[in-house]
Every structure is written in C-alpha cells, then in structure tokens.
C-alpha cells in the first residue's frame, strides 16, 4: 500500500535530500528511521532534491508499506521519536497505488529570505547582505522570468535532465514585517538544479544596479550559465510548498 509523507527539515546538517555515497542525507535518515518502525527496509522517493543545506518547509515523499497503517497518528509520532530533532513528520496519508510524489506534483514554490540589519538569530536561515537593494528593479526583472520557458542560464551544468524548460506562474520579491527583510517567492511546474539560486544571484546583480533590466531578461535568451550570477548561500534556501490533484492531495483526518 502507497503512502504520502509530508515531512520539514532544517538542511545545515545533510548533503540534501538525496541519498549519497558517503555523505548524510534526509532521504537516507528517513529511510533509516523507517525500516526501524516497520522493521523492513523500505525505498522513499521524494518530489524533488534539495541541494547540500537547502531546507524544506514542506516536502512530499512516497512509500510502499507491506500493510496499511491502523493508526496514523501514532506512527507519526513513533516516526518523529526515531528521527533527529531536524526532521519533523508533519502528515502521512494513504494514496492510489501509482501516485508519484514527484511526477504527480502540480507545482512547487520556493522562498529565499535575506535580511539587511545584522540579527544574531537570523544568520543561519536567512542571507545577510549590506541594506540598498533597488528591490523595485528586481521585481521588474523577476517579472521577466514569466515570459519564458528554457532556463539553461540558471541550471547546473552537466544534468542528467532532458530538458531545461519550466513554467514559472509567480516571482516576486516583497518585504516581511521584521525591518530590512525581504522574501523572493518562485513558483513553477518544476525547477532544474541550483536554479533558484542563481535566480536569486543574478536578481541581486540588478538590485546592486551591475546589471539592468534588458540584461537579465538577455542572460535567460543566452541559455548559457556563464553569464548569470553567482549561485546564493543554501541555508536562506526552502522548498516552501508542493501541490497535487484533489485525488491525491492531503483531505484531512485519519484514513
């Protein structure tokens, strides 16, 4: 039987969320935590891969288990009790047999946070960066971002993807009531490797007037990484939310 699992992590401790050969990973520990539970080993595929510190306000995972669970409640709490205090199971609910948390997924949306006036609390989950940002030029250039769909320029060299094309629906930067923080939300059909990163790299440029508008909208048209900006810190990093069709999205109450 094929579960969703709904999980957040905190990303400074693992190498991301796949599975590594010698490096810790969110994927791995769960497994782990899993096979501990259930006593057998199990395989969980998750809706995307986070990079090396990235963290996740929501994730979605699937799993087969031998039996259904009798109580959800329960075996969530039993899962959190095995998993470090960086991991948290927040919802687990029953799906059809060919569900795919990855494939099935509608869209994702990522946030990165920066702050402008030095915090002794924010540093380690947001980026820090000197406060003068033209915050209104780099809405005008994430607005560009909707007008394409091949994002070669902001991709990780040397994928194994088959394609570098994404629908972006929303990208903006707005400021959050703390002084001196702003957000950038990113949402989209999919997301190629470090694509996010280098969005927000490249949009900092036109914050720092280095590059204008018409350049960052011809970075996209060069579909070369080359000339985008510097890939940003992972820890301001969350994958934020993920949606599914009703027939497969998380309805409430215990199955």
């Known amino acids: 039987m094929r579960y969703f699992i709904q999980l957040s992590y905190r990303g400074a401790a693992y190498h991301g969320w796949q599975i590594q050969p010698h490096d810790n990973s969110v994927q791995e520990t769960l497994e782990k935590a899993l096979a501990v539970l259930l006593r057998y080993k199990v395989s969980v595929v998750g809706a ?51 569900a795919h948390a990855r494939f099935d997924a509608v869209s994702r949306t990522y946030k990165y946070f920066i702050h402008t006036a030095k ?35 902001f991709s990780k060299l040397h994928t194994d993807v088959k394609t570098n094309n994404c629908r972006i629906t929303h990208a903006a930067w707005t400021p959050l009531p703390m002084d001196g923080c702003h957000v950038f939300t990113i949402t989209a059909d999919r997301f190629l490797r470090n694509m996010v990163r280098a969005v927000v790299g490249t949009l900092v440029e036109v914050g720092r007037h280095k590059i204008d508008v018409a350049r960052f909208n011809h970075i ?36």
């Open 220 to 255: 996209i048209e060069a579909r070369d990484r080359g000339i985008a900006g510097t890939s940003m810190p992972g820890h301001a990093l969350y994958l934020w939310d993920i949606t599914y069709p009703p027939a497969i999205a998380f309805s409430g109450g215990e199955p």
């Open 48 to 98: 995307g891969r986070t990079d090396t510190g990235v963290n996740a306000r929501m994730m979605v995972a699937h799993v087969d288990v031998a039996e259904p669970i009798a109580q959800v409640s329960r075996f969530i709490h039993s899962l959190n009790g095995l998993l470090p205090r960086d991991i948290a199971i927040e919802r687990v609910w029953p799906v059809p047999a060919d």
């Open 119 to 153: 915090s002794p609390f924010l540093h380690t989950l947001s980026w820090y960066t000197r406060p003068g940002l033209d915050f209104e030029a780099m809405n005008e250039a994430a607005a560009c971002l909707l007008r394409h769909i091949d994002f070669t320029s």
